[in-house]
């Protein structure tokens, strides 16, 4: 069983910056890969970015490749996801999830666990 809670969110300027963590419980993390998603209103949950258990492999999206950073601290047992440069249309509520299956880590239906969520906001 995993816990996940996010925190980092809030409301930016267009071109900010933003820093969201992923705080997992459970001292079997470091086995877990985990994603980013994403959910704007009257949108689909989509596929922000995924890192590997071990943090060796990272996976973007379209949207966020360039501006977007994922990455793992398995000693804290938290993952992150630097946002920089953001746009408007980065407007979502973001939730972090983990899975142990490697091979569709893009998905959210192979996802076992999720978070709550915490909401982005850019203004124009």
């Known amino acids: 069983q995993v816990q996940l809670v996010e925190s980092g969110g809030g409301l930016v300027q267009a071109g900010g910056s933003l820093r969201l963590s992923c705080a997992a419980s459970?001292?079997?993390?470091?086995?877990?890969?985990m994603g980013w998603f994403r959910q704007a209103p009257g949108k689909e949950r989509e596929f922000v970015a995924a890192?590997?258990?071990?943090?060796?492999?990272?996976y973007y999206a379209d949207s966020a490749k360039g501006r977007f950073t994922i990455s793992r601290d398995n000693a804290k047992n938290t993952v992150y996801l630097q946002m920089n440069s953001l746009k408007p249309e980065d407007t979502a509520v973001y939730y972090c999830a983990a899975t142990l299956s490697i091979a569709t880590l893009r998905d959210l239906d192979w996802y076992d666990y999720w978070g709550q969520g915490t909401q982005v906001t850019v203004s124009s």
């Open positions: 459970g001292r079997t993390f470091s086995t877990y890969n």
């Open positions: 890192i590997s258990w071990s943090g060796g492999n990272t």
